[in-house]
């Protein structure tokens, strides 16, 4: 203010920018709004929604309040109805009732918010499509949004309902229902009526049970159960003819379902339940199951009839009961991950456990074509045979050089002549104290196809060893391992790589040279980042574990590895995806990928 009262004159008046309304919304926004049919309001910290905003096509714009023909730009009068309005991470405790005004809208998007409750208005919204109202804190679910059915996207994830109403059967158009991590009790029957329902996800709730009309949703191809309390699953649910992925881990069940007409099932996932029997009743349903999750249950023995699963690609038996398991399994042609970890394996020795999936089915495999030999007169030497170490009265009989397990610093003189002779295929020098790896291995290049210098304390692989051109199967893991040598490109039979416990801070480049190669692990190593275009040049990869390791930033092209059946990535920094995420599978990891890969 001057001396006389009236406030100073300020020369820049006209060159400065006016300040943005105190509510949150310019009305640059609002007009680019009007121009697109679009308003993203999020991450602006709104307490409440601007009346502006719902009264965006009726208001009159500023625009139009001063009229020029010589301006064409501004063609205010061809404004376009609001479609899409996003309005997801503030701080709004309510949504008010006008939004009825925006009766054009599509698409709606309230997510991570401080709601309480839904407004009644929102049945009055006839073309909505898509409405997401996920992380808020609803406790209940307006009976006015049953009108809606538009509806082909109902996302209500992270809330604090404890039931789904009947009139949710009214969506007869709705295709994706995400009702994940609330506290549901009850499912209406008339979830039935959802004829066009292609993905369900009721996980992390607290159900009991599943209503029966389940059996009803013909087009659903993925339905997650995941963490509830459910005892039993309804014999209709075998009648979901178009299930492909069905989840059920962490809960009560002490059967596998039985799933006559699910013919698409590609994963059932029921590991952290109370299985303790697989019958071939339950098998003969999965013929084209590629997936299949047992772990942490009581399986004690697992059928022969696990043959019928053709399709197998992955199969967890982790922290079972399982003693043994039946030859024939080493002959599913598709099986490239085979999990036994925490299992009481008496009838097959842990070395041959630890030489990982395609040393455990050859082994398999090996057992099926081995005829008695056993006579009255025999010493023991079969025992002897079965340790696998190679002398001279094994020679003729083995096909394994085993010098495991003996704390040693170098391998004996004695067994490389009697290997050689006998054109061994497979090594095993791990659990010793190896400084480097025995010169002499080389030796045995012309027959190799399987090498485990696993637990010792190798720094370097020696550039010879890329004469073992036959190779199939490297096991390293737990050494002191940071690179493997250029020259290995040569083994190009390569299948599975195990460098798990090393000091890697990259994978190999030489790696992706082994077109060929199915499997690798490499967790417990100190790797940054995650090379998705060398990855893409490994057509038949199908196992990928990176668990424990470094990286910052899992890139969403990774979704487009479409080879991968399993993709391992717990216990790094990066914070996205989740590890709701990352525990729902493979399959569901690589869709979210995909999913936010730029368009």
């Known amino acids: 203010m001057s001396k006389h009262g009236r406030q100073a004159f300020n020369k820049r008046a006209g060159f400065q920018k006016p300040q943005e309304p105190t509510s949150g919304v310019s009305a640059a926004l609002l007009k680019q709004g009007r121009r697109s049919g679009q308003l993203n309001l999020s991450s602006r910290e709104l307490t409440t929604v601007p009346d502006a905003v719902w009264r965006i096509n009726q208001d009159v714009p500023e625009e139009a309040k001063t009229v020029s023909l010589d301006n064409t730009e501004d063609r205010w009068w061809e404004q376009t109805d609001l479609t899409k309005l996003i309005l997801a991470s503030n701080k709004l405790q309510e949504i008010s009732n006008d939004i009825r005004e925006l009766g054009a809208l599509t698409v709606l998007d309230v997510h991570d918010n401080v709601l309480t409750s839904l407004p009644g208005a929102l049945g009055d919204l006839e073309q909505l499509q898509r409405f997401n109202a996920s992380h808020n804190q609803l406790t209940c679910i307006p009976d006015s949004l049953w009108r809606v059915d538009s509806l082909t996207v109902l996302n209500l994830q992270h809330n604090q309902l404890t039931e789904l109403p009947g009139g949710i059967g009214e969506l007869r158009y709705l295709e994706e229902l995400n009702l994940s991590n609330n506290k549901l009790q009850v499912i209406s029957t008339s979830i039935g009526g959802l004829s066009r329902l292609r993905i369900l996800n009721l996980s992390e709730n607290k159900l009991t049970s599943i209503p029966y009309s389940c059996g009803m949703l013909k087009n659903v191809i993925t339905m997650d159960l995941n963490n509830n309390q459910i005892e039993q699953i309804p014999e209709e649910v075998g009648r979901m003819s178009s299930l492909q992925q069905l989840y059920l881990r962490h809960n009560r069940l002490a059967h596998l379902p039985l799933l006559p007409d699910c013919t698409s099932i590609k994963e059932l996932h029921v590991g952290n339940n109370r299985i303790s029997e697989i019958t071939a009743g339950h098998l003969e349903h999965l013929t084209s199951v590629s997936v299949l999750d047992l772990r942490d249950n009581k399986v004690k023995e697992l059928p022969e009839k696990i043959i019928l699963l053709q399709d197998l690609n992955r199969l967890d038996l982790s922290n079972n009961d399982l003693s043994t398991l039946p030859f024939k399994l080493g002959t599913l042609p598709l099986l490239k991950s085979l999990v036994l970890e925490g299992n009481p394996m008496r009838g097959i020795r842990r070395d041959i456990v630890r030489r990982g999936t395609?040393?455990?089915?050859?082994?398999?495999?090996?057992?099926?074509?081995?005829?008695?030999?056993?006579?009255?007169?025999?010493?023991?030497?079969?025992?002897?045979?079965?340790?696998?170490?190679?002398?001279?009265?094994?020679?003729?009989?083995?096909?394994?050089l085993d010098y495991s397990q003996k704390k040693a610093s170098s391998v004996p003189i004695d067994l490389w002549e009697p290997a050689q002779t006998n054109e061994v295929t497979v090594v095993n020098f791990s659990k010793n104290a190896l400084t480097e790896v025995p010169e002499n291995i080389i030796l045995l290049s012309k027959s190799v196809q399987?090498?485990?210098?696993?637990?010792?304390?190798?720094?370097?692989?020696?550039?010879?060893?890329?004469?073992?051109?036959?190779?199939?199967?490297?096991?390293?893991?737990?050494?002191?391992?940071?690179?493997?040598?250029?020259?290995?490109?040569?083994?190009?039979?390569?299948?599975?790589?195990?460098?798990?416990?090393?000091?890697?801070?990259?994978?190999?480049?030489?790696?992706?040279?082994?077109?060929?190669?199915?499997?690798?692990?490499?967790?417990?190593?100190?790797?940054?980042?995650?090379?998705?275009?060398?990855?893409?040049?490994?057509?038949?990869?199908?196992?990928?574990?990176?668990?424990?390791?470094?990286?910052?930033?899992?890139?969403?092209?990774?979704?487009?590895?479409?080879?991968?059946?399993?993709?391992?990535?717990?216990?790094?920094?990066?914070?996205?995806?989740?590890?709701?995420?990352?525990?729902?599978?493979?399959?569901?990891?690589?869709?979210?990928?995909?999913?936010?890969?730029?368009?």
């Open 450 to 599: 399987e090498v485990n210098l696993g637990f010792n304390k190798i720094t370097m692989m020696p550039v010879e060893m890329q004469m073992m051109v036959k190779l199939t199967s490297l096991d390293l893991r737990c050494n002191a391992l940071s690179n493997l040598p250029s020259e290995f490109s040569s083994m190009s039979e390569m299948r599975e790589l195990i460098i798990s416990s090393n000091r890697f801070k990259d994978l190999p480049d030489v790696v992706y040279t082994w077109s060929k190669l199915e499997v690798i692990l490499v967790s417990e190593n100190k790797i940054t980042s995650i090379d998705v275009a060398s990855l893409r040049k490994l057509p038949k990869l199908s196992s990928l574990d990176m668990t424990n390791n470094d990286i910052g930033e899992v890139p969403p092209e990774l979704g487009l590895v479409e080879s991968l059946r399993s993709l391992q990535l717990n216990g790094n920094r990066f914070r996205n995806p989740r590890p709701a995420v990352l525990n729902k599978g493979t399959v569901s990891l690589l869709a979210y990928l995909r999913d936010r890969i730029p368009t």
């Open 358 to 400: 395609v040393g455990l089915m050859k082994y398999l495999r090996d057992r099926i074509q081995e005829e008695p030999t056993e006579t009255p007169n025999d010493t023991g030497a079969g025992d002897e045979i079965q340790s696998g170490i190679i002398g001279s009265t094994t020679t003729l009989s083995v096909k394994t």
